[in-house]
């Protein structure tokens, strides 16, 4: 599938900001970057470094008004989704090291206090890929997408708690989850075709049986079309836009399409 | 200053218990490891992979009934640790790429709540260690050195409202108010020379002015005569048994001594 | 400065062809890429992954018939290019580690040879930057530019016996050279601005002082202008095509413009 | 098997010269480091880095003056070395990326000007463990095993030139044949069990059908017992001592012994 998809932010600076944004996806085994255009308004130069979970991370400093990004890209990505029933665990001794870390409780995914949880949730079903969906439709069945009831500092626990939440919130529970279970699991941020409403989305991937799946609690059923910018521990890992400085966002506007052939500029 | 640093730890497995040790230093700019041994009884044959961080890690699965680890080294360290009360904080537009991930939010420190209380503490001070050395203060003078209090889910705001806590939770109290005044700090475990009681230790670092300085909440002053273990965001990252599968430790056991000079074998 | 870049390949492989590709530059210190496309035809995907020396490296299997690759970009990079007559040579032991693997000897550069003659050259100069540029100077003054003498097997002192080459020879020359006085020096493939005859380049980047800096012995004086598309330690390391199977390259065109503002649909 | 192994220098500075010294494996899939001793008489502090192969390197500087260096492990190691004459090449497509850069020539393994050579010796064997075994053999009857003839520039194509050579020399040409046939293969350096006689020892590995395999030219058959230090293209990146500034090694004495279980106090 080739999309064409982008988003524009809109920020407002009060004083210099040094930001640290996530914007850029890397090509890699999931997707391949055909085209990508990253606009500043005014123009600025950026740095940009790769973290240590291999995203491209964009280093400036916002000055003080008002700053437009524009990111937007041709993407080649999967047209299905791969979906394993039967796929099992892989054993907590036989994992590579490098999926080890995502085993660990992170700022969102307080998952050393949820094994009890986790076990009422998926305990009855086969250990891997069966866990794992179990939760992810439970999430969807059981938590409301609901706008506001979230913020920046809400955990997994506290959406247990409220019920409501955000894709965000939603790939917390389903990440902290997972890994009470000693599945690894971890946050993906990014793009989904024909989410609605459209925005930019999260959702979670565990590893079963030798490789990551995809899961997306607030979807009915796997989707493909997905675009791939960051993946971390949690959100604290992958915001799209880390300031250390006072930054309001006063527009945000993203978008995915089926490429239409004219390149970035006749795809808007 | 010449070492003779170690631990022994009795376990009791009741299942095959996948484990990840952190338990070997390494040499690097802090100490030189002149000799080490490392020693498992019954005997069993780890893997070693390097972390994110750069930590060395041991991997092994455990089997049923007791294990005892022994771990010793000579180790050459500091005689001295570097104070600089006039070190300014460095602005995070000029902080080097891979301190950037120190300034997040975490499991243990939720520094994105604590910003009030970061203020409050520090916000007198100049900008960089004077404030860093505030907090410092400030938590060992206000909050109760005292085993029980405190367990393996105890976050920095946890410790906070239970005012008290041991070295652990001091920690990630002072990296969560560092982090909140966006200075990068970081936990540290390891061993530290005539700590009283003698135990594996934990204390954090800050980059202040283009280098990481080390402080120590349990302590009055300064002191030198440690070894670092391992690095990490918080105790999450850096427990030096994560095990996966029931596990008891019966005895623990950690030592450092001037080094007598007669190696290892004569050191105990 | 605002360029736009980019190269064409019409490539003819007579068997399924494994091949890596470096085309893709990446965002940096260096340089900004504002946008970007790559482009296959007949259409294929590839994989991407980062080399160790941080390039972005392109996987895919040509398939017998003709492949044609377009990659083109708007980079901006920087206006002037730094020159420093009288920075001095960084010591041995105070180079940073990752500095260090740029002192061997390697497959084109066999600098472990060539202590004598880069003594000769340059052993009157002062140790650092006017040793460097006495290299430089003297490659340009000394060697003649030309096609057809070298060929992929070419190393330094076959160019030297020659007493002629092209870019890529110059640079292997001067980076042995300045590794045999013990300056560590690197490989640096990309484009340059007004380039005569316009064509993919070849430079060297020498550490001293603390950073590294540019040198071109097929210029007359440092010229800006640069989009740094892979370093290495010579040009085993950043051939911009690595192929494992027959192939052969039926034509090549490669352009750097200024930016006319119409995006990289209007550039061409 | 469990090997008390070790090596003493004995080296002589006449200026100050900064060090690399690659004298400390490991621990890893391949062996466990058990216990281990690094002394220096006089006695100084290196600092450690892993390069970019993850091999430990010690920096020091050696004072004008005698130095004495003494490294000793109790290492585990494997009893048996994996043979597997089936095994087929993973074809280029299908190596993992960071395999790609063993098949790349280098100083020493100038593999794009050998194929001829390397079809004429292996090109009548099945693609994989036939072919490199093929050339491993080819080596060992044809190539004279004798001190003096070969030195620090020496490459694989001047091996084969006087036909005869060390291990070191052994396994540049098998290297390069296997690279010469799109086979990953790499440079390895450590102790060998029973090796006769006793020294530092160098040998290589090829990558098949999904893992490395070793081969060791200077052997009639396979041989296990061995412990490696350190992994690299070629003996440029995996020298005992690199050092900038004059060096003499007065003396050097290499052993390995199965384990006495006396520790290395005992050990020796």
């Keep these: 599938m ?12 009060t004083e210099p900001c040094p930001t640290v944004a996530m914007l850029r996806p890397r090509s890699g085994l999931a997707q391949w970057l ?11 130069r950026p740095t940009e470094y790769v973290d240590s979970y291999g995203n491209l991370c964009q280093r400036f400093t916002i000055q003080p008004g008002a700053l437009r990004i524009r990111w937007s890209a041709i993407v080649e990505t999967d047209d299905v989704i791969a979906v394993a029933p039967q796929a099992l665990a892989t054993p907590v001794g036989a994992l590579p090291d490098d999926a080890l870390q995502f085993l660990l409780q992170s700022r969102y995914c307080p998952s050393d206090k949820m094994t009890a949880q986790a076990q009422q949730i998926a305990g ?38 409220a019920n409501a939440g955000v894709c965000r919130d939603f790939s ?3 990440i902290s989850l997972c890994r009470a279970l000693r599945i690894p699991a971890r946050m993906v941020v990014g793009y989904l075709y024909q989410l609605d409403p459209m925005d930019l989305h999260a959702w979670f991937e565990a590893y079963l049986d030798g490789r990551w799946y995809t899961f997306d609690a607030t979807q009915n059923e796997p989707r493909a079309g997905r675009i791939v910018v960051a993946y971390g521990r949690d ?10 400085g006072a930054l309001t966002t006063t527009a945000l506007n993203a978008w995915v399409q089926l490429d239409n052939g004219q390149g970035l500029a006749g795809a808007g």
Aim: net charge negative.
């Design 2 to 13: 080739r999309l064409f998809a982008g988003c524009e932010m809109s920020l407002q600076a």
């Design 34 to 44: 055909a085209s990508e255009s990253y606009h500043f308004d005014p123009p600025l």
């Design 124 to 161: 009855g079903f086969a250990p891997g890929y069966a866990q794992v969906e179990a939760i992810r439709a439970w999430i969807h069945r059981t938590i409301a997408y609901q706008y506001g009831v979230s913020n920046e500092t809400t955990d997994a626990i506290d959406t247990l708690n």
């Design 172 to 174: 917390h529970v389903g």
């Design 235 to 244: 959100a604290a890992d992958v915001a799209f836009i880390s300031n250390y």
